[in-house]
């Protein structure tokens, strides 16, 4: 099975900036898209970025437009997230995700493997 680990976060400054990983493992990789989003303490997951794996497209949310660039490293079997110019309201659990498919890449309960989530605490 697919299994997906991510990485980067912590306690970290307002106004810098950070690239969170996600590494893919299990063998053959199945899925298409491999996505990003996060949780704030007290609210709904919100979806960010998603990139095709055998290829270049990326998608993004209106709310990570402009901040947040999302990339990847077939031969590392890794995804990355930068976000600049951080804010205290970036503050949540990142998580990295994988699906089947193309289509409804923005919608979490369409994906079929998650990881554990990292916890991005930006101080002001």
């Known amino acids: 099975q697919v299994q997906l680990v991510e990485s980067g976060g912590g306690l970290v400054q307002a106004g810098g900036s950070l690239t969170l990983s996600c590494q893919v493992s299990g063998g053959t990789f199945s899925h298409h898209i491999m996505g990003w989003f996060r949780q704030a303490p007290g609210k709904e997951r919100d979806f960010l970025a998603a990139?095709?794996?055998?290829?270049?497209?990326?998608y993004y949310s209106d709310s990570a437009k402009g901040r947040f660039t999302i990339f990847k490293d077939n031969s590392k079997n890794t995804v990355y997230l930068q976000i600049n110019g951080l804010k205290p309201e970036d503050t949540a659990v990142y998580y990295c995700a994988a699906k089947l498919g193309i289509t409804n890449y923005a919608s979490g309960r369409h994906y079929d493997f998650w990881g554990q989530g990292t916890l991005l605490n930006v101080s002001s």
């Open positions: 990139i095709e794996w055998s290829a270049s497209p990326t």
